[in-house]
């Protein structure tokens, strides 16, 4: 039956059309339940038991939830898994894509889990199709289609009494009016109290989304002023007169924040600020719009540390002439951000109370009011919860429970909420990405033979770290006739089992990384393929080669890239290598290759390091044992094979950029590594001057180079590391980034004009260049995503986001293992050296154990020792002892738990001796970091 | 337009006939063809309506969109009109066949129905100077039989009846500017006043005696015609000769009278028709082209 849907529209011109879609109605739409005889549904999703024991109903019953209900966060106690047997109608669900796209990603994974027993009942395009009628609004509408087709439900059952066992439905709805209306009609009908009633699940409540309608705080002191309409936001952003910007609360301080506004071309300023009712609810990452409060109210942001007490009144900090900057307030939301925070519970004071506060692990992130009765239990826990709304009259924002995520301090729970603050997607893999894997078992096809470079007979091996399962590089190298030596490097052919575009790609794409923490891998690509299929183990495999023809200066005569199958002839690790290179007396084809390799990478190296800077040794890694806690330093252990692989790996990279920049010129995705501003290495060179009066010249990045390789005390050897190690944090991020938009592809790092990521399959930038190189070399076809620059670049940006949760995540991984190893061994006493001098404090590195730490001098509970603190040096002078960057001290390491929340290691110093400060202060503040280049 | 060939013979049989008020086909000098009319028949304009008159046919549909008003009349909306004579209605309008016709048809139907007399073109305008509704009526020939200023005029006014425009509302903010809002209800709209509307009467001077509705054989003995565009009340909105032929001044007088008498008598009974096919709401059976 042909019905028809009129609307009118505003288009974006001013301009008003009326648009007219046809709609039919259909007669094989079922009911989808296992007890109908009538329809003739291919499977069944609503069980004909279909008992969730609740104490309302006690009849077996299918739910039916309405569009706030699922809407507005009561989608979590849906998600349960006792909630079974639900008949999601299609106007529900089409209301719930329009308003929250999260939420129906969620609906639509419950639909699709078998247990869930949901059922999607299309019902708009079924005979309880109903019309707008004259004079009702879209949601009324709605209601009404809603009631209508529960009202179908329940008269389609009751013709099967017999069978049925009283099976009846019940309309879920937070509305008093809807219910009252599906009462009339003689539907089940419940409101929250539905979910009060499952008898044997009371924690279930506490998922219920908080809602301000029956609560009875009427009379309740406003604090915040009214949130602005969008449309007038709107307006007010074209007049100019308010701003648009990602609010970022401050870490130290919960009353301040600035808002990042994107200005036109270059411009992009900071808005600060400050004071409860001027942020005006926003939480971290919201973007908002903001309005400039005149220029005599302007402040200067306040450098005091402020924690929510929870006591604190309302004031500004404190008011400094100087430094003022553009001051604002926020004066309505465009669009929130929330997300299920991780923390803890602050349990209640009041015994028997319901309403506690919960204090998220990230300190950017308000408190949140949670109501719980399982208080007792979740103390001490790690838990997720979610805001849903922030009323003007209350302090903090209004949250439900939504998991546990385990113990606090557990390894497991404080990885998980690792990866969530992070952002890292860790998720298993759904049934659609996996539905891409090749079958198992896979072999090589003749045709992979046939459109394949058969290199079988090479000697090619790979060369490892130990324990290493997703080989994904190997290498070869052989003499030619004419003298010349072919070198060959050999990676994983990835993109042949991703292709573009389908789910597995998609959510690699999203990834975009793999993640590894300390002895935690988190895949990018299903483990099928990172360790199994893409792995180039001693076996027969498909491969992407780079076959460079060299002369014995490794002087590159020729480049070639061609889609391979390899036969990997040996899977050595570093050390392993190394002993058959340095055994004179072995002398088969593996050896001979690696030497061949060794010989070239040197060659390769000195080169590299002569004509320009290599900051690759500037990388200083500690890396914790994951099962005895026992810290590594692999700097010692560094090998010639090492170098000898990742020589070979830099230079196909670079091969690989040319090659497809030169093809690509607007869509090669290549990475770049920006040259530090000069004010970036004030303090390295001020730091090596007054300490030991050494000269570090910056001008560039050759001249970096050699002026840290001259850079030697006696009788202080560790002089030079640590000059490294400051010098790598003066250095810029390297990024990916599309080469048609961005015209500086320099590496500094590496000192090559131009550079990508190609080795390693694992990263989703190196399989976006296995497609562009494939292409380029006519192995596989192009699609119009990989050409367009401007989804390039989008795609960039969130390689750098991922890549950088990824760092972050991992620095976080080891300073949690850090801390445990701490656990264990109680308080040490440590040498260690200043590594930079700040205002109240020093940050000390201990060698030992690659691990940073602050040593406050003030406190906030007396008052500091007269601390001296002079810019030039940068020197700190306590009480007559002035400390210098790079000064040897003695401090003891313990480790703080008195906030569960953010155990820290304590420093405190020992030596050099200062009465009243050299005692354990309290209170300190965190905590190891390690930083290094990502090249 | 559509000629018929008539021979000397025929003519004087018409004429006679006429002269003694029994036309070829059994009617009256006064009196219509058969007459159906349908609204609402195209979904997606804001009003339309179909009208046959014996094998005449034509569809107009209106549409309404905000336009800019004109700088002369700064507080009117107005009215647009496009006639389109497609090849289907005759032979002779086969490639720009009909564009003459066309044209003349909408300057007639332009002067007859853009005039604040006719049409309350100040309840179209939105903001004054700024926005205003243009209704572009749109009229399409689907057969031609001879009077088609009638039958087109007729369409109109029930179109016009039927036209729903969506209520807009303005609003401002503190810095003056303003913007258009909708209404998100599709029921919430504004309907036009058609009490003015005129319809048009053609009489065709046959002989000494003129008839309405002229077929197309006695329009070929008649030298010239008469349109008269009436009022409900009766009043004469707009008279135009159409043909070759010269009219004296006295039957000029008297066709006008009779054109007065015709229209009065044509607008009751639409008018009625209209108001009760409205009440029929959503119980209407749709006729449409096939019925």
Known sequence: MLKSKTFVKKTRSGGVVKIVREHYLRDDIWCGSEICSECKPETTALQRDARIESSLCTYPHYLIPDTNVVLHQQIDVLEDPIIRNVIILQTVLQEVRHRSAPIYKRVKDMLHEKDKHFYTFTNEHHETFIEREPGESANDRNDRAIRVAAKWYSEHLKTFKSISDGLEVVLLTNDQGNKQKAKEIGLQVFKDEYIKSLIANPELLDRLALTNDEKNEISRKVLFPEHLPLSKIQVGIKAGTFLQGTYRASRDNYLEGTVFVHGEGEESTEVLIQGLTNLNRAVHQDVVAVQLLPQDKWVAPSSIVLQDEGTAKDDAGDEEDEDKKPTGKVVGIIKRSWRPFCGMLNVSQIKESTRHLFTPADRRIPRIRIETRQASTLAGQRIMVAIDGWPKDSRYPNGHFVRSLGGAGEKETEEEVLLLEHDVPHQAFSQSVLSFLPKMPWSITPEDVAKREDLRHLTVCSVDPPGCTDIDDALHCRELENGNLEVGVHIADVSHFIRPGNALDQEAANRGTTVYLCGKRIDMVPELLSSNLCSLRSNVELAFSCIWEMNHNAEIVKTRFTKSIINSKASLTYAEAQMRIDDTTMNDDITKSLRGLNKLAKILKRQRIENALTLSSLEVRFHIDSETHDPIDLQTKELETNSMVEEFMLLANISVAQKIYDEFPECALLRKHPAPPPSNYDILIKAARSNQNVEIHTDSAKALADSLDVARVDNFPYFNTLLRILATRCMMQAVYFCSGMDSDFHHYGLASPIYTHFTSPIRYSDIIVHRLLAVAIGADSTYSDLMDKHKQSALCNNLNYRHKMAQYAQRASVAFHTQLFFKSRGVLNEEGFVLFVRKNAIIVLIPKFGLEGTVFFENKDKTGPNLVYDEEGPTLTVLQRTFHIFDKVKVTISLDASNIQHQKIRMALLEPMIPGVSVPAEDLEPLSKKSKIDR | ?291
């Open chain 2, 1 to 291: 337009m559509a000629t018929v060939q008539v021979s000397e013979a025929e003519k004087v049989y018409i004429l006679h006939g006429i002269r003694d008020d029994l036309r070829v086909d059994g009617r009256g000098c006064e009196d219509y063809r058969h007459m159906e009319i349908e609204t609402d028949v195209v979904s997606n304009t804001d009003g339309s309506a179909k009208v046959t008159l014996g094998h005449t046919a034509v569809l107009v549909g209106v549409k309404a969109e905000i336009g800019k008003p004109r700088p002369m009349l700064p507080d009117e909306g107005y009215l647009e009109f496009f006639v389109d004579c497609s090849a289907n209605a005759t032979p002779e309008f086969e490639g720009r066949g009909g564009e003459e016709l066309g044209t003349e048809l909408s300057n007639t139907l332009y002067k007859v129905f853009n005039n604040k007399n006719s049409v309350n073109l100040k309840s179209l305008c939105i903001l004054k100077g700024e926005h205003c509704w243009v209704l572009y009526v749109d009229v399409l020939l689907l057969q031609c039989d001879g009077n088609l200023y009638d039958a087109i005029s007729i369409a109109i006014k029930a179109a016009l009846f039927n036209t729903k425009i969506p209520k807009v509302h303005i609003s401002s903010d503190d810095e003056g500017s303003k913007e258009i809002e909708l209404s998100d209800d599709p029921y919430d709209c504004m309907r036009l006043n058609v009490e003015n509307v005129p319809c048009i009467v053609t009489l065709c001077k046959v002989g000494h005696r003129h008839v309405v509705d002229a077929s197309l054989q006695e329009k070929a003995c008649s030298v010239a015609s008469l349109l008269i565009a009436v009022t409900q009340k009766g009043t004469v909105t707009c008279l135009r000769k159409v043909g070759g032929g010269s009219l004296d001044p006295e039957s000029v007088f008297e066709m006008t009278e009779t054109g007065k008498r015709v229209g009065k008598a044509l607008h009751a009974p639409l008018m009625n028709l209209l108001q009760q096919e409205e009440k029929l709401g959503k119980t209407r059976q749709k006729v449409g082209f096939l019925g």
